[in-house]
């Protein structure tokens, strides 16, 4: 059974670097077969797709984010990581690391995802 | 970027009721949209893929439809565990996007 852990600091000043990390076991994250994504839910908000990173480090990111984002993947461990600079308490949201079927037309759905992590801005 | 507009954005509902929530997509996604389940403090779980493929395991109870761009996302007999927030997502291009979510209470 997969299963992805998410793990980091609950508390970040704001305009310093968030800094999360998933870990991944039951499977491998060094596989074509999907991209490894990070999605948040800000408090009362819906959720929003942050990006995704391959096993080769290929990414794709929000372009409302990308100036600020920087996903990578450590298949040595199988984990990916996730950093988001200048944080504002927009930033406030529960972070969610999840896995996403790949296909031949793009993506089918994240059928793994870990519990959440609640990951507060404020000074 | 595709807007995935949900409604409603919370309902109450008996045990045993139908319940039907919608999604209507800003432009035409073809078949290409998940439904999530998320309960707070829980794994989001992927209920239905390509607009209306039950995912593995998950009760029958539960169903997906697509008329063009309008989605619809049905449980045929609430059950007390099915209370949860529902989100649709959108798959055809990126940046990928939900809907804002239907708070489903009892």
């Known amino acids: 059974q997969v299963q992805l852990q998410e793990s980091g600091p609950g508390l970040v000043k704001p305009s310093e670097t968030l800094s999360l990390t998933c870990s991944v076991s039951?499977?491998?994250?060094?596989?074509?077969?999907?991209?490894w994504s990070w999605i948040r839910q800000p408090p009362g908000k819906g959720l929003e797709w942050i990006g995704y990173?391959?096993?080769?480090?290929?990414?794709r990111y929000n372009p409302s984010l990308q100036s600020r984002l920087t996903i990578s993947i450590d298949t040595s461990i199988n984990q990916f990581s996730l950093r988001l600079g200048s944080v504002t308490t927009a930033d406030t949201a529960v972070y969610y690391c999840?896995?996403?079927?790949?296909?031949?037309?793009?993506?089918?759905?994240?059928?793994?995802w870990g519990q959440g992590t609640l990951v507060t801005v404020s000074t | 970027d595709i807007q995935m507009t949900q409604s409603p954005s919370s309902l109450s509902a008996f045990v045993g009721d139908r319940v039907t929530i919608t999604c209507q997509a800003s432009q035409g996604i073809n078949v290409f949209l998940n439904w999530y389940q998320v309960k707070p403090g829980k794994a989001p779980k992927l209920l239905i893929y390509d607009a209306s493929i039950l995912e593995a395991g998950v009760p029958s109870r539960f169903s997906g439809s697509r008329s063009g761009t309008d989605f619809n996302f049905t449980i045929t007999s609430l059950q007390p565990e099915d209370i949860a927030t529902y989100s649709c997502q959108q798959y055809k291009s990126l940046p990928l996007t939900f809907g804002g979510g239907t708070k489903v209470e009892i």
């Open positions: 039951g499977g491998s994250v060094n596989t074509y077969d999907y991209y």
């Open positions: 999840a896995r996403e079927r790949r296909r031949l037309s793009g993506w089918n759905g994240k059928d793994y």
């Open positions: 990173v391959r096993y080769d480090g290929n990414t």
